[in-house]
C-alpha cells in the first residue's frame, strides 16, 4: 500500500494548521500577539480565572508547554496569577486590562483569517467542515484516554 500525503487526514490536518498559523500571525503580530498565546486567551476571554490545570486541559498541551506560556504572557502583561479565594493551593489565571482591550481587535483577525481559509466553500460544505473537524478532534480526544 502506497501513502500518500495528499489523501493522509494527518498531512492534511497539520499542513492546514501550519498556513492557518501562519496567516492568523500575520494578523495578530501587530496587535503584541503571537499564535502560542492566542489559544490560552481564547479560553480566558471566554472564562477568565481558570486555573493553568484547566487551561492544560482545555487546549489539550503539555503542562510544561502552558506553564512557559503563561511566564510569557504574565512578562507580557496579559495576566496575572493570583491564589484561588477558597483554595490557597490553587492558582488562577487572570487577564489584565491589556488584553481585555485586545479581545476585540483579536477576535475580528481570526474572523477574518477564518474567512479566507472558507472562502471557497459554500455555507453549507462550511458547516459540514467545522462538524466534521469538531467530530475528529472529540474522536482524537476519546482516543488519546483509552489505554
Known amino acids: 500500500m502506497t501513502f500518500k500525503k495528499e489523501q493522509s487526514a494527518g498531512y492534511l490536518a497539520n499542513h492546514m494548521a501550519r498556513l492557518f498559523a501562519r496567516g492568523l500571525d500575520a494578523r495578530i503580530r501587530p496587535l503584541g500577539l503571537s499564535t502560542g498565546i492566542f489559544p490560552a486567551l481564547l479560553e480566558l476571554w471566554e472564562n477568565d480565572g481558570l486555573t493553568q490545570k484547566e487551561l492544560v486541559t482545555r487546549l489539550d498541551i503539555e503542562q510544561a508547554t502552558m506553564a512557559n506560556t503563561l511566564n510569557r504572557m504574565e512578562r507580557d502583561g496579559f495576566v496575572t496569577r493570583r491564589k484561588d479565594a477558597t483554595d490557597g493551593r490553587v492558582q488562577r489565571v ?20 477564518n474567512a479566507v481559509v472558507l472562502s471557497t466553500l459554500s455555507a453549507k460544505e462550511q458547516a459540514d467542515f467545522l462538524k466534521l473537524m469538531g467530530k475528529a478532534v472529540a474522536a482524537m480526544r476519546a482516543g488519546e484516554k483509552k489505554p
Open 94 to 113: 487572570w487577564l489584565t486590562n491589556k488584553a481585555h482591550k485586545l479581545e476585540g481587535p483579536a477576535i475580528s483577525a481570526a474572523k477574518a483569517q
